[in-house]
């Protein structure tokens, strides 16, 4: 059992298919055995005197066909000490579970509402898993998002009793069970940090940033690449720049960038990014001789030495 007492939130996001969990404790890595989530079956969040089994085993149950609420009650009824656990689980169709033993650690309690559960122990008040709903139902934004404004208000409203060290937030789709590593929308954990919660959110971003260049590269590498295609690069690959606030003096996802530009025809449009990216790390330069020579960099001679002196 890992002294894994904390608060935590799963959720649904029906209209976008997306399903969530996120915590925050005052002890090392828990999202290494505290959050489970897999696309299109469900969640959950194991916590208090942690089983970790909690999560794979009612994973597979869901997977199986049954409900949130069989699964939680088949693993509670063979668990010997259920009364010192706390889970939360959704299904893959919103369907809610939620167990508070009664021997969890004061202040300790849940609260259900609509696709979302919220839970919390050894709290500093009473009122935290109240103030973790209001913040998740009164908040605009994604998935992740809510949730992140659901562990903020928990720490505003004075958190776990005994501080804090590590958060995990996990965001799956509904891809297809035979590639359940493309599910994964946003994976970011803190698993020791004075202030996890803030670092939380800055990765996040960084999650966020990622998979924005993802779509910009996508959609450069698409062929025939269509003036829409090239639009949606363009718009995409500003949501990164906005994102890199987040990872100062990091050029990498410019350079990523600029190379599948050169792939899609597109060498003039590249070359002021190469030329920003050397400002910042010259060493770039020899990189490109390097990927042309592997095939990742698909450019004439000529138009290889305008890039490397960009």
């Known amino acids: 059992m890992r002294p894994a007492h904390t608060y935590s939130i799963v959720a649904y996001d029906s209209s976008a298919r997306q399903w969530g969990v996120a915590v925050q404790t005052h002890w090392f890595g828990v999202g290494t055995g505290s959050v489970w989530a897999e696309g299109g079956v469900g969640v959950v969040a194991t916590q208090s005197l942690t089983d970790p089994a909690y999560g794979p085993l009612g994973l597979q149950l869901m997977r199986g066909g049954k409900n949130a609420a069989e699964a939680l009650r088949a693993l509670l009824a063979a668990d010997a000490r259920s009364e010192v656990r706390q889970v939360a689980m959704i299904d893959g169709e919103g369907g809610l579970a939620v167990h508070t033993g009664e021997k969890c650690i004061g202040q300790a309690g849940h609260r259900l509402g609509p696709g979302y559960s919220v839970q919390a122990n050894t709290m500093l008040r009473s009122t935290v898993w109240d103030a973790m709903a209001e913040a ?85 590498d698409a062929r025939p690449l269509t003036d829409d295609g090239l639009a949606a690069a363009r718009g995409a690959f500003e949501r990164v720049r906005v994102g890199l606030a987040s990872i100062p003096g990091n050029v990498e996802p410019i350079v990523w960038y600029a190379v599948a530009l050169v ?48």
């Open 136 to 220: 998740f139902e009164r908040n605009a934004g994604d998935l992740a998002e809510r949730m992140l404004q659901a562990l903020e208000a928990a720490e505003a409203e004075g958190g776990d009793i005994r501080g804090r060290q590590s958060a995990a937030l996990v965001v799956v789709g509904a891809e297809p069970r035979d590639r359940p590593w493309a599910s994964r929308l946003v994976d970011v954990r803190v698993d020791d940090h004075p202030q996890p919660l803030p670092e939380l959110r800055r990765l996040t971003a960084v999650s966020r940033l990622y998979h924005d260049l993802d779509q910009a590269t996508d959609a450069l």
């Open 263 to 310: 792939n899609a025809g597109r060498v003039e449009e590249s070359l002021p990014l190469f030329a920003e990216v050397y400002r910042v790390q010259p060493v770039w330069k020899d990189v490109m001789g390097r990927l042309a020579a592997s095939g990742l960099l698909k450019v004439e001679p000529e138009a290889l030495g305008r890039i490397a002196e960009a």
